[in-house]
């Protein structure tokens, strides 16, 4: 049963993502987007959103399965992302009460004084959403443009959302590796379900991006609350 259910997920990525997040319960930061001073009425605002932990690491997993079915390419981010998913999932398992919504991990380590150390679960939430942002923004350039170089999809997304926080070795080594990208017509096979055509493949990947883009940025807001948002790899 669980071999089928996998194979199931293997060919439904997007689909399963979409799922996830419709029944996702978000409470959002009611006084925080918008406003780019850092104020104690923010910290309230803030402190009251709740971003369910392990749902937002089942659509991590998802969205890493897309990333992958880029290649060797995606190698370094899929390690990275991979590494902070397992981060955030032990720390949901040493108290999963406690741990159930983000942004309460977020508060305990900012208080004591540990969510910019590099392996922190403040740290490794920087970098999901970071990266979370560079998948979206690939599934929106294939959705509206499917014939568009995969490489040049992938250089564009990765300018957009990744280049500012990388230093110069991650990019270095990024440049080198988007020559190995397939051509989207590949890239676009792989992600489709059985007997879906472009077009049903095209709107899924709207869909995706239409339900996860306010998601992100309402995480945004948040990081940015607790001075998070502007952290650079090291």
């Not at 398992?93 to 403040?122: D, F, T």
Request: proline fraction near 3%; include cysteine; aromatic fraction near 4%.
């Amino acid at each position: 049963m669980k071999r089928k259910r996998d194979m199931e997920k293997k060919s439904s990525e997007i689909s399963s993502a979409i799922e996830e997040l419709s029944l996702m319960v978000v409470v959002k930061p009611s006084a925080v987007a918008g406003n780019h001073e850092h104020h104690h009425d923010d910290d309230g605002a803030a402190a009251s959103a709740q971003i369910p932990t392990k749902p937002f690491l089942s659509i991590c997993h998802l969205v890493l399965q897309v990333l992958d079915k880029i290649g060797p390419t995606m190698a370094v981010l899929r390690q990275d992302i991979h590494q902070n998913i397992k981060r955030l999932e032990l720390m949901h398992e040493s108290n999963p009460s406690l741990n159930s919504n983000l942004v309460e991990i977020l508060k305990s380590e900012v208080s004591k004084g540990i969510s910019r150390k590099r392996c922190s679960c403040s740290k490794a939430l920087v970098w999901l959403t970071r990266s979370l942002d560079f998948a979206m923004a690939l599934l929106r350039s294939l959705a509206k443009d499917p014939n568009k170089s995969m490489e040049q999809v992938v250089e564009e997304s990765y300018a957009a959302t990744l280049t500012l926080w990388h230093g110069w070795i991650s990019s270095a080594a990024f440049r080198v590796a988007i020559k190995l990208v397939p051509d989207s017509e590949t890239f676009m096979n792989l992600l489709r379900e059985k007997d879906e055509t472009c077009e049903a493949l095209k709107e899924k990947m709207q869909m995706l991006v239409s339900l996860l883009v306010p998601f992100l940025e309402d995480i945004h807001c948040i990081l940015k609350v607790y001075n998070l948002d502007r952290l650079k790899s090291t």
